[in-house]
């Protein structure tokens, strides 16, 4: 059995770190409990607009201007903008089944997500050809973007709008070294600088809880599935933000460099249920449908007793870190903890059922990817009600 699988519900339960974020410093004694007497009002989302068309499945949203946007069809491999003013939508660039080692930036395979880079500038991670393409606002090719080779072959999400990448090195989780029989406790955050291709370490994330899992009769480590993650976001200006899933709170890196501890939050721990279980092992037969796994073959995964704070993180232009919390049934609405750029928690947002964060625009707007009764999905453009 190939060890492919336990990489592939790494990704299922979210570790990689997609977003671009924002900063925060020290807010209260680091690491203390979160005063209740602070909380604000909870805020909930009213709908502005939504694309009057249907996807199969939606990547990340970005903002091209007060009325477009841009994202990926990741069930179709498709890279669209989309207008609310007028309701269009165009398919840019060209879809293959093979990229060339010369081919055009204007080709992709599998795109998978999209970023925003300095000025007009828009990256298209290309999920199956491992490269990233750029393009301007108006939906125009560029070029291909080289980057320095580090820490294997996953792609790079994240990047700043001066110049830098960053990647979550996770290879150190792929195994140890002959002869070494401890893991190393921590994950390094790498920040690749476009320019010259130099590669440093910016942060370092908690090492994921692993377990033993077993496919068929071959037994292999794994990740234990909902313990505590953390989750890496980098802001416009190079600044970067840290969610610590144990710890439950947000920790900043200036651009400067130096650190800043947020406030930890006590949450009250969902249970993991059996249903939580089936679910995500009918995830890992699924992903594990496109490299030839048996469906008979029997897998039992190591699992968490409970749900993290968290399963997801993402940065908002004006400095705040929307975590998302676990929910407890697949048809509850989601509920996002909103943490300033201090790190101090600011309040709670739902949203409406079925629709779940996909982006944040400079106007101040919120999209999200909306489930249809048919299964497929749609961009909405919410904006925020009750507390501000």
Same mark, same amino acid.
């Given at each position: 059995? &190939? ?12 570790? #990689? ?28 989302? +009213? ?26 069809? /990741? ?5 669209? /903008? ?11 660039? /060209? ?16 795109? $998978? ?129 840290? +969610? ?35 679910? #995500? ?6 992903? $594990? ?16 007793? /409970? &749900? ?12 705040? #870190? ?19 750029? &201090? $790190? ?30 048919? $299964?497929?999905?749609?961009?909405? *453009?919410? *904006? ?5």
């Amino acid at each position: 059995m &190939k060890s492919f699988l336990p990489l592939r519900t790494l990704a299922l339960l979210g570790l #990689v770190a997609c977003s671009g974020a924002e900063s925060r410093e020290h807010s209260g004694a680091a690491g203390g409990t979160f005063n209740e007497a602070e909380i604000p009002d909870s805020a909930g989302l +009213a709908l502005d607009s939504k694309l009057p068309v249907s996807f199969g499945q939606i990547s990340n949203v970005i903002e091209l201007d007060r009325d477009r946007v841009a994202f990926a069809d /990741t069930r179709e491999k498709l890279f669209l /903008t989309g207008s609310f003013g007028s309701g269009t939508l165009d398919t840019l660039g /060209t879809q293959v089944d093979a990229i060339a080692k010369n081919a055009g930036p204007g080709q992709y395979k599998f795109p $998978g997500w999209v970023a925003r880079l300095a000025g007009d500038t828009v990256a298209l991670i290309d999920f199956a050809a491992l490269r990233t393409t750029l393009w301007n606002r108006k939906g125009e090719p560029l070029r291909v973007l080289p980057l320095t080779p580090a820490a294997g072959t996953a792609p790079v999400l994240v990047y700043d709008t001066i110049g830098h990448g960053y990647k979550i090195d996770y290879q150190t989780m792929l195994g140890t070294e002959p002869g070494v029989t401890e893991r190393a406790d921590s994950v390094p955050v790498l920040r690749i600088h476009l320019a010259d291709g130099k590669v440093d370490t910016v942060a370092h994330l908690a090492a994921p809880q692993f377990g033993k899992a077993k496919f068929g009769e071959q037994v292999q480590d794994a990740a234990t599935v909902f313990a505590p993650n953390d989750f890496f976001g980098a802001r416009a200006d190079g600044s970067a933000w840290v +969610a610590r899933g144990r710890e439950n709170r947000v920790d900043w890196r200036s651009a400067e460099g130096s650190w800043s501890l947020g406030t930890s939050r006590k949450y009250q721990a969902q249970p993991v249920t059996q249903a939580d279980r089936d679910r #995500v092992l009918a995830q890992v037969r699924e992903q $594990g449908k496109q490299y030839g796994m048996p469906q008979e073959l029997a897998i039992e995964y190591p699992f968490a007793d /409970t &749900k993290p704070p968290f399963d997801y993180g993402l940065g908002r232009p004006n400095g705040e #870190v929307w975590l998302q919390r676990p929910r407890a049934v697949e048809t509850a609405a989601m509920v996002y903890d909103v943490y300033d750029a &201090k $790190g101090a928690w600011q309040r709670q947002v739902t949203f409406p059922p079925g629709a779940t964060l996909a982006g944040f625009g400079e106007s101040g707007a919120i999209y999200a990817a909306v489930k249809n009764d048919d $299964g497929t999905k749609s961009v909405g *453009r919410y *904006r925020l009600t009750g507390s501000p």
